[in-house]
């Protein structure tokens, strides 16, 4: 099952994907067959959810009855989860192929990580498919793009099995985690040069664990005006989601509707030779297959 989050008749609201996906079903219209009050946003419903019940639910409710289809055409795509709770839990360096393509730079750390390393970052909005990135020129000329797949977690948990990570997840997006890379540098961490306002593209959708065979082995690609610039695999994580739920949760609750970006492979503007960030006026597509292409334009 695929969500949307969108503006519709002036309206925020969320809805399912056809099967199509070229209309979307609003959840509100599902929910009268559910007999409860219909959350207001995604974040509402997973937390609802935390028992893996309501998405099956719908599932049932869709094949038996008739809704109104709304076209992509008539909405405004938003991030799935525009105001996420806290913070976006992020991994640094955890595609071998981009740990070497940042080994020749000054300063860099060329050995592969025995740990995750993990970093935050804000978000508030995140924004969505076809939105501008803000290029914030006065303080960036070397703005780069990253392709991530982001994990929702579905309900709460600490001290999580790996052999248990499934179970906490409910879905899985994209993330594009724009940086700016001479912050990055000034600031010797990457906190601040990743969290400024509109650097958190997300979307299209939010697609239930239940449309993709774990473990998870998607295709991962950016493109920048039509250029593939980076194209790998989530196999070639150096540590997987198992490992990155279970390793992240210890001695910490993961919450419900908690979103953590997994790295990016080779090809970010920084790796190349010369450098090749963005410039306004470019756009930028993050694919990933079984999930759907995110795509934003720098202003």
């Known amino acids: 099952m695929y969500f949307a989050t969108f503006i519709y008749q002036e309206k925020e609201t969320f809805g399912v994907l056809t099967e199509s996906k070229t209309h979307v079903i609003l959840i509100e219209d599902v929910f009268e067959y559910i007999q409860k009050e219909c959350p207001k946003t995604l ?39 525009p105001y996420p709770k806290r913070n976006l839990f992020c991994l640094g360096k955890n595609y071998i192929d981009h740990v070497k393509e940042v080994s020749g730079l000054s300063g860099a750390d060329d050995s592969i990580p025995k740990f995750p390393i993990y970093f935050s970052k804000v978000a508030n909005p995140a924004i969505g498919h076809k939105d501008f990135i803000n290029s914030h020129s006065d303080l960036t000329d070397k703005l780069d793009y990253e392709v991530e797949l982001a994990i929702v977690i579905g309900k709460d948990g600490i001290n999580i099995k790996p052999e248990d990570a499934q179970d906490y997840i409910f879905g899985y997006t994209i993330v594009n985690d724009i940086s700016a890379r001479n912050i990055q540098r000034k600031h010797m961490q ?110």
């Open 43 to 81: 974040m509402d419903f997973i937390e609802w959810d935390h028992k893996n019940l309501g998405v099956k639910k719908i599932k049932d409710i869709l094949e038996e009855n008739q809704f109104a289809e709304i076209s992509l055409e008539n909405i405004k795509l938003h991030a799935p989860i």
């Open 190 to 299: 990457w906190f601040k040069g990743k969290s400024l306002e509109t650097f958190c593209p997300m979307g299209p959708y939010l697609v239930h664990k239940s449309e993709i065979p774990f473990p998870i082995k998607l295709d991962i690609k950016c493109m920048v005006n039509g250029e593939v610039r980076q194209n790998s695999n989530t196999k070639n994580m150096i540590f997987d989601i198992s490992h990155i739920i279970s390793d992240l949760s210890k001695g910490m609750y993961l919450k419900a509707g908690d979103i953590i970006i997994t790295g990016t492979p080779s090809g970010v503007g920084l790796g190349f030779t010369p450098f090749k960030f963005l410039k306004s006026g470019d756009q930028i597509d993050c694919f990933i297959e079984k999930i759907g292409t995110l795509t934003n334009f720098v202003k």
